[in-house]
Nanobody, 124 residues
Framework: QVQLVESGGGLVQAGGSLRLSCAAS????????VGWFRQAPGQDREFVAA????????YIADSVKGRFAVSRDYAKNTVYLQMNSLKPEDTAVYYC?????????????????WGQGTQVTVSS
């Protein structure tokens, strides 16, 4: 079982930036494909970004392209979602998800493991 832990959420003004982190509790995340999703109140969960375990492939949803970026730091055993030029419509709970490297990389899922989520609130 892999326990994912997101951090870095919070309250930010429109136009600001946040960087979310995703780590695996008690083990390395380095051999997992990782995706980021978000869910706003009353809305379906939405794919945001994903990165392959090797880092050679990454995808960003059209809705956030040019503003968000996904990366990973193998030394720190962490995957990041850098969010710039935030808008009120980016307000949501953000989740990271992971699947082992032995699985093919499918950016939008399905994923085997999910974190508890971190709240991002963008004020206008």
């Amino acid at each position: 079982q892999v326990q994912l832990v997101e951090s870095g959420g919070g309250l930010v003004q429109a136009g600001g930036s946040l960087r979310l982190s995703c780590a695996a509790s008690g083990r390395t995340i380095n051999r997992y494909h990782v995706g980021w999703f978000r869910q706003a109140p009353g809305q379906d969960r939405e794919f945001v970004a994903a990165i392959s375990w090797s880092g050679s492939s990454s995808y960003i949803a059209d809705s956030v392209k040019g503003r968000f970026a996904v990366s990973r730091d193998y030394a720190k055993n962490t995957v990041y979602l850098q969010m710039n030029s935030l808008k009120p419509e980016d307000t949501a709970v953000y989740y990271c998800a992971a699947s082992p490297y032995t699985s093919g990389f499918a950016p939008t899922g399905p994923y085997d493991y999910w974190g508890q989520g971190t709240q991002v609130t963008v004020s206008s």
